[in-house]
């Protein structure tokens, strides 16, 4: 047997090499190379998008209450705005008063979706009584602009408020979590308590500065991210009967390699985020928005697809059984970009599970050790169970009729146009199809 190894390498990329050998025969050494030109028309795998539109996730938030009306639409009930925009320094602070048994709102303006966890709120007040005493409770919600949907995350019953001139109160709020869906406000609600021998109101100073120092402001705040939500994602192939491992999933900027039952998991976003799938250096799906306003769990379906391969020879007369026939990565002809492998059964035929959509390099050979080429062709791969026809180079009838001695399959990995394969991905192999 001779075995022959050569590594050429060129400006634009590398020259790989499989050697294949077979037993002496009294023809002529036949050296078969695939050529730079046939390559530039059968590379397939897409170019990686360099444009991602990524979506800011929303910061842990500090809302400032001010004196203006919320942004249109105006939320129901009324009430006033609070954003994360903190008053002038220069600013003259504002007072309200605040009657027995009503309700006073502020309003965040529209939140983007996202989750938020279980965590302390905290509420910064500067506030006073006309005498010596008042009580105050404290809503914090989830609402739609109209009102009726309102999810409450936390409250605080009952605090007291002593202080004859403005004074800085602090109000802790135990919140639960919450998902946050499109169109939705943070509403805080301050209520005195009426009844009994209270003050019949309180004042409440905020939105510029008097008694208070910039950063004692009247606000709300919370170390609770609004980007709690997990994501997790299962590639499955088109016909959904098999779970892809080995494939990179990509939620914005951030990858994951899919685990050997498909799935890919993913944390702390929230907001709009935009999902692709790439297998063996092939883009397997449309890249597609998902909105987390809550932890969610999703199959891929991707562009996976069965393919049936025929071997024949040249004559198309009759079929080839028994040839190793080669799904390769048409830009990594080595073993590293073999998708798919399988011996052809008696009628010709071998069936490969899981071939990524895309231009694919089929090769079939005499011998399951990849020795003796017989047949090579570059075939776009686009529908389930799509049949795929390889014609031998010459019309076999045994291995001892071949009249060569070596075929050497070079492949250029053009500049760009390479993409790099997980190597941990599990490989797929063919069965025999007898049908």
């Given at each position: ?221 919370t170390a609770v991210s609004f980007s709690n939500c997990t994501l ?183 500049g760009g146009g390479s993409t790099a394969l997980n190597k941990s ?11």
């Amino acid at each position: 047997m001779l075995n022959i190894e050569t590594r050429l390498f060129a400006v634009q990329g590398r020259i790989d090499e499989t050697v294949l050998h077979a037993p002496r025969n009294a023809g002529a050494i036949y050296i078969l190379i695939v050529s730079a030109s046939l390559l530039l028309g059968d590379i397939a795998s897409a170019p990686i998008e360099r444009s991602i539109i990524e979506l800011a996730s929303v910061p842990d938030p500090t809302f400032y209450l001010h004196r203006t009306t919320p942004q249109t639409p105006a939320p129901s009930p009324a009430g006033l705005r609070m954003n994360i925009t903190a008053p002038p320094s220069a600013q003259a602070e504002a007072t309200i008063q605040f009657n027995k048994g009503t309700n006073y709102y502020w309003y965040s303006d529209l939140l983007t979706p996202g989750c938020a966890a279980a965590g302390t709120w905290t509420f910064y007040l500067w506030a006073d009584t006309a005498t010596t005493l008042s009580t105050l409770d404290v809503h914090i919600d989830l609402t739609n602009t109209g009102g009726t949907n309102v999810r409450a995350i936390g409250n605080f019953i009952g605090r007291t408020i002593t202080a004859l001139t403005p004074t800085l109160y602090t109000i802790t709020v135990s919140g639960s979590g919450v998902g946050i869906q499109t169109g939705d406000r943070l509403r805080l609600t301050l209520l005195p308590e009426g009844g009994g021998s209270n003050d019949s109101h309180m004042n409440v100073i905020y939105d510029g500065y008097g008694n208070e120092t910039p950063g004692s402001e009247t606000r709300l705040n919370t170390a609770v991210s609004f980007s709690n939500c997990t994501l997790n994602l299962r590639v499955r192939n088109w016909s959904l009967t098999d779970t892809i491992p080995g494939a990179s999933v990509y939620v914005n900027s951030s990858i994951r390699t899919s685990s050997p039952t498909g799935w890919a998991n993913f944390t702390s976003l929230g907001g709009v985020v935009l999902v692709k799938v790439q297998y063996f250096g092939y883009w397997v799906n449309g890249t597609f928005p998902i909105t987390l306003d809550s932890n969610k769990t999703m199959d891929i379906r991707a562009n996976i697809y069965d393919v049936t391969i025929t071997i024949q020879p040249a004559n198309r007369q009759g079929v080839i059984q028994s040839a190793n026939v080669t799904a390769y990565n048409s830009t990594q002809y080595g073993p590293s970009g073999r998708i798919a492998t399988g011996i052809t059964g008696s009628n010709g035929r071998v069936t490969f599970r899981d071939v990524p959509n895309g231009t694919i390099f089929f090769v079939s050979y005499a011998k399951s050790d990849y020795s003796i080429l017989i047949s090579q062709s570059s075939q776009t791969v686009s529908s389930e169970g799509q049949p795929v026809s390889l014609l031998a180079s010459q019309n076999v009838g045994g291995i001892t009729t071949i009249p060569w001695d070596i075929y050497i399959i070079a492949s250029i990995a053009l500049g760009g146009g390479s993409t790099a394969l997980n190597k941990s991905a599990k490989r797929r192999g063919g069965s025999n199809d007898s049908s």
